[in-house]
C-alpha cells in the first residue's frame, strides 16, 4: 500500500493545499503569496527586496543636499561670471574648462556630502545645482556685456555628463 502524505494548506490562505515554504521561515505558502527572491521562494514578508545602502538616500540626507547644491550653483555662477570669466576672456575654451569643470565639483562634493552615495535622485539635485550656475553665470555675463558663447552651453551640457556618470 502506497505511503499517503499529509495535505498541508498555506497560512495566508487556509482553503489552498501546497508543500512550499520559506526558505528563511519554513511557513507553509501557495503560488498566491510566494515571492521569488535571489535565494529561493520566500514569504511576502521575507521576500521583500531591500534597496542597497549605496543607493538608499534619506529624505533629510536629500533636502540636504538639494540646499547645498543650490548654494554652490549660485555662489560657483557669481564666481565664474563676475570674476573668473573677465579674467579668462582671452583665454580659448576657457570657459568651456571651468563650466564643465565644475560639474565634476559639484557631484564630487554631493558625493562627499552623502557619504558616497548614489541614485537618480542625486543626479537630479546634482543638475538642479548645475543649471543654477549655468543660469547665474549667463545672467551675469549678459550684465556685465562680457559676451554669450555658444560653448559655454556645451560646457555645461559636458558638466551634467561628468555629473551623471559620476553619481549614476
Known amino acids: 500500500m502506497p505511503n499517503i502524505e499529509e495535505l498541508t494548506y498555506c497560512s495566508e490562505h487556509p482553503n489552498t493545499a501546497t508543500n512550499l515554504k ?3 521561515c519554513d511557513t ?3 503560488h498566491k503569496c510566494m515571492v521569488q527572491a535571489p535565494v529561493g521562494i520566500r514569504c511576502k514578508e521575507h521576500g ?3 534597496k542597497l545602502p549605496t543607493y538608499d538616500v534619506s529624505k533629510g540626507m536629500l533636502i540636504k543636499v538639494t540646499l547645498l547644491s543650490l548654494l554652490l550653483g549660485i555662489l560657483s555662477g557669481g564666481i565664474l ?3 573668473l570669466s573677465p579674467i579668462l576672456w582671452g583665454i580659448p575654451y576657457a570657459n568651456l574648462i571651468l563650466i564643465a569643470g565644475y560639474g565634476y ?3 564630487e562634493i554631493i558625493s562627499l556630502s552623502t557619504n558616497r552615495k548614489k541614485g537618480k535622485s542625486l543626479v537630479i539635485v546634482g543638475i538642479i545645482g548645475i543649471a543654477t550656475c549655468y543660469c547665474i553665470f549667463i545672467a551675469l555675463t549678459i550684465i556685465t556685456s562680457i559676451y554669450f558663447n ?6 555645461m551640457i559636458i558638466g551634467i555628463y561628468l555629473l551623471i556618470t559620476r553619481l549614476r
Open 22 to 24: 520559506c526558505s528563511r
Open 28 to 30: 507553509l505558502i501557495c
Open 48 to 50: 521583500k527586496i531591500k
Open 81 to 83: 561670471g563676475l570674476i
Open 105 to 107: 565639483v559639484q557631484s
Open 150 to 155: 555658444i560653448f559655454d552651453c556645451l560646457a
